[in-house]
């Protein structure tokens, strides 16, 4: 079976009540500079090559973000660091992602999302988080070539720490902290490894705590790793 980013069931997802107000509302009333725009408003499917060795998993869509385009990191100030860094690493064909239908490209990479509806203050419940795992699963059980998951951010790791638990994998989260930079070898509890990164969030990018040198280098990092694993 060939795999659907956007299967009907997430489409029409509702399970989180106050995430689903929240996306609407926003959707509704959008921000002043984007008001002849449709927003999209709905659950974003992971969005890159179903081929791909390496997934890269955030955090949630970004109001303006995601949420508008309806395309994973597309039209906010995280994508605008995030994709140029994806360009220069020759995992995208071209530098910049401001809508659904630009003809971006990804090769090698996949993008899904601990949550994928946008919620407030850029906070998921955990209860939100527990709800949604099933399509980071989605995306997971699709992507047959993974080789390597890159979290964005500590949300992203934890996501994937307790999505591999839930597969019945025996770890305890804390033997496995998070760090940019940071390596941790999963694959004796069944999982991928996991390269830990800085969110490419405006307020990470904008103080310095995450530059795009140290991007850069942990995308190499990324894709020696993929070339090292067995295929
Ligand atoms: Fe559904 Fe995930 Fe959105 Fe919750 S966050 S409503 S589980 S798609």
Known sequence: MSFEPLPPALAQCRSCARLVEHREQVAREKRRSY????YWGRPVPGFGDPSARIVLL?????????????RMFTGDASGDFLYPALHRAGLANRPTAVSSQDGLALSDVWITSAARCVPPGNKPLREELVNCRRWLAHDLAGLRNARLVVALGSIGHDSYLEYLKGNGARLVKRD???????LHRLEEVGGLPLLDSFHPSFQNTNTGRL?????DELLAQARRLVEAEPG
């Open 35 to 38: 008001r002849d725009q449709e």
């Open 58 to 70: 955030g955090l949630a869509p970004g109001a303006h973000g995601s949420n508008r385009t309806g």
């Open 176 to 182: 496995y902290p998070f760090g940019h930079g940071r």
């Open 211 to 215: 530059t795009a040198q140290m991007f």
